[in-house]
């Protein structure tokens, strides 16, 4: 799959969104659909989502 794909649909989220409104576009330079990865991979794509998540719902660490 070509990348440029991904980004281009990342723009199309972000102009049809609500103004201010973040479109989380995470790009892995390994490929594959997911199986495989590392633990250490998969708690950086669970940390950007949480933290993404959060962000948005005002929520701030002690």
């Not at 997911?34 to 933290?51: C, H, K, L, N, P």
Request: overall charge positive.
């Amino acid at each position: 799959m070509n990348p440029a794909h991904s980004r281009k649909m990342t723009a199309r989220l972000q102009v049809a969104s609500a103004p201010g409104r973040p479109v989380l576009l995470r790009v892995s330079s390994r490929a594959g659909d997911g199986m495989g990865s590392s633990r250490s991979e998969v708690v950086a794509e669970q940390t950007d989502v949480w933290a993404l998540l959060f962000e948005q719902l005002g929520m701030r660490a002690p």
